[in-house]
T-cell receptor, first 117, second 111 residues
Framework: NAGVTQTPKFQVLKTGQSMTLQCAQD?????MSWYRQDPGMGLRLIHY???????DQGEVPNGYNVSRSTTEDFPLRLLSAAPSQTSVYFC????FGAGFDGSYEQYFGPGTRLTVT | SQQGEEDPQALSIQEGENATMNCSYK?????LQWYRQNSGRGLVHLIL?????REKHSGRLRVTLDTSKKSSSLLITASRAADTASYFC???????????FGQGTRLTINP
């Protein structure tokens, strides 16, 4: 199993440009999520999905869009990049059972380092 | 806002010593997880402890949970250079459908 894969590893954007960060997992996990990691801020949840066709906002959703058309893929779209979106982005996946209480191990991808100039 | 806060923010010890990191949280939880992140890499799950458990062990790791004080600690015994990493706690809540991560403790093991 490849686990959770993310592409690209690095990206530089100019302010106003748009792009899509790709995330895929081959573990048949229902739950997928996107985090951003900034120095001294830990991980902050951007969006998450509990299954194909179901997404919801996390703590910092503004400026980002997601969709989940398949179980395997969960792309993150930056609509109009801003310097404040310079960060490292992590995708994660896990099982999701009824009454989910965060008790499943999250599997993380290697991250995408994004710089917006 | 972050739910968990790790303490200390940074810790530097000699190889072979024990390392203790603490996590405090604000609201009642169902479970708490600890993750490790090596520099430039994704997070890796270490251990999960449920709210009805007080202590769990995994190899050289020992995690405690005190729900009355809303705090958890991670002890790494007989530290090795390979333990150099950042360590994060993450809290889970019934029906919340998400984990909330703390800011992390950066651990450095000196040879």
């Amino acid at each position: 199993n490849a686990g959770v894969t993310q592409t690209p590893k690095f990206q530089v954007l100019k302010t106003g440009q748009s792009m899509t960060l790709q995330c895929a997992q081959d573990m048949n996990h229902e739950y997928m999520s996107w985090y951003r990691q900034d120095p001294g801020m830990g991980l902050r949840l951007i969006h998450y999905s509990v299954g194909a066709g179901i997404t919801d906002q996390g703590e910092v959703p503004n400026g980002y869009n997601v969709s989940r058309s398949t179980t395997e893929d969960f792309p993150l779209r930056l609509l109009s990049a801003a310097p404040s979106q310079t960060s490292v982005y992590f995708c994660a996946s896990s099982y999701f059972g009824a009454g989910f209480d965060g008790s499943y191990e999250q599997y993380f991808g290697p991250g995408t380092r994004l710089t917006v100039t | 806002s972050q739910q968990g806060e790790e303490d200390p923010q940074a810790l530097s010890i000699q190889e072979g010593e024990n390392a203790t990191m603490n996590c405090s949280y604000k609201t009642s939880i169902n479970n708490l997880q600890w993750y490790r992140q090596n520099s430039g890499r994704g997070l890796v799950h270490l251990i999960l402890i449920r709210s009805n458990e007080r202590e769990k062990h995994s190899g050289r790791l020992r995690v405690t949970l005190d729900t009355s004080k809303k705090s958890s600690s991670l002890l790494i015994t007989a530290s090795r250079a390979a333990d150099t990493a950042s360590y994060f706690c993450a809290t889970g809540f019934q029906g919340a459908q998400k984990l909330v991560f703390g800011q992390g403790t950066r651990l450095t093991i000196n040879p």
